[in-house]
């Protein structure tokens, strides 16, 4: 079992950035790919961003994509999303995500979840 938890968000203007991170605990002696969802309010969970175990693979939205750069530093047992360029639209609650390390780097099979972090952007 792991245990995630999620820091960093807050409020920005669109234009702006931010960052949040992940932190990993429990059995870290395991590989685990990393993501971020986001959920708005009203709206379904929506894949944002992955990254595999050893940080060799990463994988974007269409939606982030040239606007969000996710990374891990894994002697922290963390992960990272900054977010630039920001748009009142990636307003949601983000939430971190882990799974075994699998071949390669998707949007799904993730089994453990954070509680979220508000990002809030105004226009």
């Known amino acids: 079992q792991v245990q995630l938890e999620e820091f960093g968000g807050g409020f ?6 931010l960052g949040v991170s992940c932190v990993v605990s429990g059995r870290t002696d395991r590989s685990y790919d990393m993501a971020w969802f986001r959920q708005a309010p009203g709206k379904e969970r929506e894949f944002v961003s992955a990254i595999t175990w050893n940080g060799g693979r990463t994988h974007y939205s269409d939606s982030v994509k040239g606007r969000f750069t996710i990374s891990r530093d894994n002697a ?48």
């Open 12 to 17: 920005a203007q669109a234009g702006g950035s």
């Open 76 to 123: 922290k047992n963390t992960v990272y999303l900054k977010m630039d360029t920001l748009k009142p639209e990636d307003t949601a609650v983000y939430h971190c995500a882990a799974r075994y390390a699998m071949a390669s780097v998707t949007d799904y099979g993730y089994e453990y979840w954070g509680q979220g972090t508000q990002v809030t952007v105004s226009s």
